[in-house]
């Protein structure tokens, strides 16, 4: 790995971190465009380059979210209970969704994460979950059906997988949705983050181990060294992000980095050749 590529990554992963820190966002919208981005310009090939960066941008996000986990539970925001009806079915959709993401092609994963960041973007943009549920008068995990439980979780599971994500954006609308305190919500989805990221990667790497890309450190869908050298910055840049967020706007933030998410998945598209109208 060349020392150009040593200084993106470490960049990336600073930038990811401040954006989790400060945002309270995790890095698969950022990771997932850039990398393939990078992974092209590594003469990857096309129909393994989206695979390649969901599984990286999975790896990675293993750190923030142990740590975002451990930041959480030290607060008393996470609801163990309810993390451990939740856990088994996150982690069964999120490992089988690894699988069937190895199946489809890199523009139709493309096609799929553009459109769940569009969604993202939106939420994020006009601040919908927070203002619609500010409300909703928090309740137990014991009112939540367990069936409907586990199904919920197998869905934010394979979603996550798909679009390598640590499932916030998912969760926390539906815990809120089901009347759990948002501050609970957040860091009960934290919580379930962890276990999440583990499986997906895990997942990534066998299923894409008889599929490996010709790169040094590569192993199934997970490039290594992009593991290591982004994680250590986002790990280092996260705490200084959530110290910013008495001091800059929040909000406004928020809504930039929501126009950042649509560009880049649109900028990511067009590198799969899927907008070959657009150029950015």
Sequence with gaps: MNFDLILTFL????????????LGIGG?????PMLTAIFLSQNIAADQVVHLALGTSMACIMVTS????????????????????????????????????????????????????????????????????????????????????????????????????GGGSITVPYLTWRKID???????????????????SLGYLLSGWSHTPPTPYTYGFINLPAVLVISITSFLAAPLGANLTQKLPVGTLKKIFAILLALLSLKMLWNLQLLPCCNF
């Design 182 to 200: 948002i501050r609970k919500a957040i860091g009960t989805s934290a919580a379930i983050g962890f276990p999440l990221s583990v499986a997906g």
């Design 66 to 165: 142990l740590s975002s986990l451990r930041a959480h539970h030290a607060n008393g925001a996470v609801v163990w209970p309810l993390v451990k009806l939740m856990v088994l079915g996150v982690v069964l959709g999120t490992f089988s969704a690894t699988f069937i993401a190895s199946m489809i092609s890199s523009k139709a994963l493309a096609i799929f994460f553009a459109c769940f960041m569009a969604y993202v973007a939106i939420q994020m943009f006009f601040n919908s979950t927070s203002k619609s549920l500010q409300n909703n008068q928090p309740s137990t995990h014991h009112e939540i059906n367990r069936v409907e439980l586990m199904l919920a979780s197998i869905g934010i599971g394979s979603i996550s997988a798909i679009v390598s994500i």
């Design 28 to 32: 698969g919208g950022v990771l997932v």
């Design 11 to 22: 960049a990336l992963g600073a930038f990811v971190g401040l954006a989790a820190g400060l």
